[in-house]
């Protein structure tokens, strides 16, 4: 197996993962401690904000941070899904593709992006001179992108990217509604 076969089965894992953690809006916290544990497990340090008091829900936003010096990279993912938490989520790997079985959602809207960044830290976090980036996992966004609203952070960002498109890879979304 080469390297990018090997990147491409942890993506795959950790999402798998991640998409059988319910996590409905309002009710992120379980997920939010995984991807903090997952964190820490590769030393990369994070703190959840106070937001999720002030939306109805029951866990912060997920702040990590790496790297010191410029630019400054901000890339953001929600945690949230649209289903409600009740029916157990299987996913089924065939091939190239990962579905559900049938019975509940999938849950890819944004886990996949949760997946992808997640990763991209663990190898960022192996450079010796890395840009600084930092990674939010908002909470709320499928009811009304509440989380990442009311994110205050010290730095000052040169770039953002909201991980979160309906396009396969590659494509680049410049422009969306809100």
Known sequence: MDLSAKKQKAI?????EL????SPSGNEQEVIRFIKHY????GIKSYSDNVGRKIDS????????????????????HVDTVEDGKKKIRPII???RITSDGK????????????????ALKELRQ??????????????????VMG???LKLKEKVDFAFDIDGSYSPGKFIHKALG
Request: aromatic share 6%; hydrophobic share 50%.
């Open 12 to 16: 795959v894992a950790i999402f798998c």
């Open 19 to 22: 998409v059988k953690i319910p």
């Open 39 to 42: 964190l820490a497990k590769y």
């Open 58 to 77: 029951n866990s912060g936003n997920l702040i990590a941070k790496i790297g010191h010096k410029k630019p400054i990279l901000l890339f953001v993912a």
């Open 94 to 96: 065939q091939k190239n």
């Open 104 to 119: 509940s959602i999938l849950g890819s809207d944004d886990k996949a992006g949760v997946a992808a960044l997640l990763e």
């Open 127 to 144: 450079e010796r001179s890395p840009p600084t980036v930092i990674a939010v996992f908002a909470i709320r966004e499928e009811s009304g």
């Open 148 to 150: 990442v609203k009311l």
